[in-house]
């Protein structure tokens, strides 16, 4: 499983657009690159998928560069309710269905 | 509610006692996942099943535990002789075999062994 790299905590301001970029230099080609929030006292929850390029939903954007060695969640325009830990993850073990999360980007939205 | 569910969502025993937790999956997911998440730290993979198999099991998952899917829908999870280092959030997700990547996650159990 390709190991990821996050910053531990970010804050933020409401409004403002939150990016968080996660290192994962031995991604595999066959990888995807998963993002997951979770907010406390409850499980992780889905938020954007992709392999290349730029992805985007009604939740939020994900930047992949051409290497795939990074990637970047892109929250725009930030409220107090994501406030949250958010999850990088990429690839799983096919044989396995495991993933391994990592500690996580807590993120902090202050007013 | 991402639809998958588990029972109870907390639960509090005395050290040594047997505990058993259920998790029900989206119905037309045939992958369950069980995770353990102590405070601070991410979800640790635990074990899975597909359908009624289960496929692979964590070094995490001591002999004490033990996870059955019986008729490939809802899942237990029984841990035996509990210890105090079992405290922690029981997470189960389910997914669908092709779409392993992206995994729905119930509310989860938090255990608390005295």
């Known amino acids: 499983l390709a190991k990821t790299t996050q910053p531990i905590s970010m804050d933020s301001y409401e409004g403002q657009e939150v990016n968080i970029t996660c290192s994962h230099n031995n991604i595999a080609t066959n990888d995807y690159i998963t993002w997951y929030q979770q907010f406390p006292s409850q499980g992780p929850r889905f938020i954007i998928q992709?392999?290349?390029t730029k992805v985007t939903n009604e939740v939020a954007s994900l930047f992949i560069p051409a290497d795939r060695k990074s990637s970047t969640l892109s929250l725009p325009r930030v409220s107090l309710s994501d406030t949250a830990v958010y999850y990088c993850?990429?690839?799983?073990?096919?044989?396995?269905?495991?993933?391994?999360f990592g500690d996580g980007t807590t993120l902090t939205v202050k007013p | 509610d991402t639809g998958v569910s588990q029972d109870p969502r907390h639960k509090i025993t005395k050290r040594g006692q047997n505990v058993t937790f259920r998790c029900d999956p989206i119905?037309?997911?045939?992958?369950l996942y069980w995770y353990r998440q102590t405070l601070g730290q991410g979800p640790e993979f635990l074990t899975y099943f597909q359908n009624e198999a289960q496929l692979e099991k964590s070094r995490l998952l001591s002999d004490r535990f033990s996870a059955e899917r019986p008729k490939g829908s809802f899942s237990t999870l029984e841990i035996q002789r509990t210890e105090q280092g079992d405290s922690a959030m029981y997470l189960c997700a389910s997914s669908l075999v092709d779409r392993q990547e992206t995994q729905y996650f119930g509310p989860g159990t938090r255990l608390l062994v005295l």
């Open positions: 993850l990429v690839g799983l073990n096919t044989n396995a269905g495991k993933s391994t």
């Open positions: 119905s037309e997911h045939n992958r």
């Open positions: 992709g392999y290349k």
